[in-house]
């Protein structure tokens, strides 16, 4: 079988860009056998290969990633690790009660599982940090979103906390924030050092060897093995684990299935100390919009300096490639959102504007399980891939494994991502729900 289309993401990954230039793996130039091969390094593809590890710790594992590790969505994210209900298709996030009890602790049990690699192998501080969140409102609406949201977590039992606009201006010295919802469960993570680290870790512990520029175009079954022809070597394996998101279509499964698209941010240049003496607030924080159509909004100080972080911005592209020349006007949009909350800092431009590739489901499903005899898919990560990924990442490595678990079996049980309706009318109606999301955000974006 032919990989029809392989991963691109515009511009820069800044995550991975500020930072100091990163260890570096060989690419695939060989034929070599392994015990198992896990495609793709992102949050799904490393998960997976750390629970091989601990479950198999004398067999070869090898990942095989197209680009530099980092370089791909797993470095480009916002980095909220968020335990807690964050639906993207539902406008407050939220979904039906025993789903969501079920999610949180599924989320919960990803979250542990990046901590404890964080201690295993020390990781930078700033690469994981169990901070708790806050869902921004800038809007009456997204106030009553928050107190909508409060209400259903009273009803899972969680505990969180409302912030008034005086507590927002504390923390992030912009008075634009009417309120605030604050829970405490989610990590923020700088994602491409916590990728990197992750990868590092394993590299170095020994067990599992990692290929970059390794790009597969191929693959098929020859009697018990799967044979991956990469873009100048091969790997031949009895079991294979896709961690490739929304490019499981590119390998010709969930065919027509799956929704592809693209998320924007930008990262202001390093804020000066005068700049950061007129912004005031805390050193870092993190808010994810109180509208889901919203602005989620970083301030970062760590290795790379005091920066902004700003995403908003949405494209619907079903041929898994998203236009470059889109950028500029993304970035000004960007602009627009950062000078509406800090004025302050009018002089301030943003230094790297990217996108990076999402892959959602109709029914909120991820694309998972076994698809043919020693091949997995730990794909479609939905709204929350930081955590649904290493979640995937997980599960699948421990179904092909053959243990079973609530977690494994409760991920089986969900139905397959539901169809997409026919073209034209699969991009006219994702494009008017994007659109129309956007205007309904209002000051929200
Ligand atoms: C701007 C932005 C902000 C976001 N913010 C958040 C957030 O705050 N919280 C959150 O939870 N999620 C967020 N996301 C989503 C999150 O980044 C993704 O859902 C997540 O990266 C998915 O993880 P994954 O491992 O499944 O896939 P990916 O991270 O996409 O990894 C898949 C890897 O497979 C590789 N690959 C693909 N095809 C091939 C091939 N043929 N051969 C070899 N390798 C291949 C790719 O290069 C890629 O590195 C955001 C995304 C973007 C773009």
């Known amino acids: ?243 490739v998101n929304g490019h499981v279509e590119s390998f010709s499964h969930f065919k027509r299935r799956l929704v592809h698209i693209y998320l924007y941010a930008s990262m202001t240049r390093q804020l000066s100390n005068n700049e950061l003496e007129s912004l005031g607030g805390e050193d870092s924080w993190g808010f994810t919009p109180a509208d889901a159509m919203g602005t989620t909004v970083r301030k970062i100080a760590g290795i790379g300096g005091h920066r902004i972080v700003v995403r908003n911005q949405i494209t619907y592209n079903p041929s898994r490639i998203a236009d470059q020349t889109k950028l500029a006007r993304f970035a000004q949009k960007h602009q627009q959102s950062f000078i509406a909350r800090f004025p302050m800092l009018n002089t301030v431009n943003f230094e790297y504007t990217w996108g990076g590739a999402l892959c959602l489901s109709r029914n909120n499903v991820p694309a998972f399980g076994e698809l043919d005899e020693g091949l997995y898919s730990a794909c479609c990560q939905n709204g929350l891939g930081t955590v649904q990924g290493t979640l995937a990442g997980i599960l699948a490595a421990e179904q092909a494994s053959g243990i079973d678990s609530d977690f494994l079996r409760q991920t089986l049980s969900l139905s397959q991502p539901s169809r997409l309706p026919p073209e034209p009318f699969a991009t006219i109606g994702a494009n008017v729900v994007t659109k129309w999301g956007e205007i309904k955000a209002g000051k929200e974006l």
């Open 1 to 243: 079988m032919q990989v029809t289309t392989q991963p691109y993401d515009p511009g820069p990954a800044a995550w991975n860009s500020i930072l100091p230039e990163a260890r570096s793996y060989p690419q695939l130039k060989t034929n070599i056998t392994a015990d198992w091969v896990v495609i793709g390094a992102g949050f799904a593809g490393l998960s997976a290969a750390k629970r091989l590890h601990e479950l198999h710790p004398n067999d070869s594992i090898i990942v095989l990633e197209a680009r530099r590790i980092a370089e791909g969505p797993a470095g480009r994210n916002s980095g909220f690790m968020i335990d807690l209900p964050h639906n993207l298709t539902a406008e407050d996030y939220v979904g039906e009660l025993n789903a969501d009890v079920i999610q949180t602790r599924m989320n919960r049990h990803a979250i542990d599982f990046a901590e404890a690699a964080s201690i295993e192998y020390q990781f930078t501080p700033e690469a994981f940090v169990k901070s708790g969140k806050i869902n921004a409102a800038a809007t009456s609406k997204g106030t009553k979103h928050n107190h909508d949201y409060a209400h259903h977590l009273d009803h899972l039992n969680e505990p969180y906390t409302l912030l008034d606009e005086k507590h927002m201006r504390a923390i992030c010295g912009s008075d634009y924030y009417q309120s605030g919802l604050y829970t405490a469960g989610t990590a923020i993570i700088q994602p491409a050092l916590y990728v990197r680290e992750l990868a590092a870790g394993m590299a170095k512990s020994g067990g599992v060897s990692f290929y970059e520029n390794s790009a597969v175009t191929e693959y098929k079954k020859q009697a018990k093995h799967w044979l991956i022809n990469t873009t100048k070597g091969s790997v031949s394996a009895p079991k294979l684990i896709l961690a």
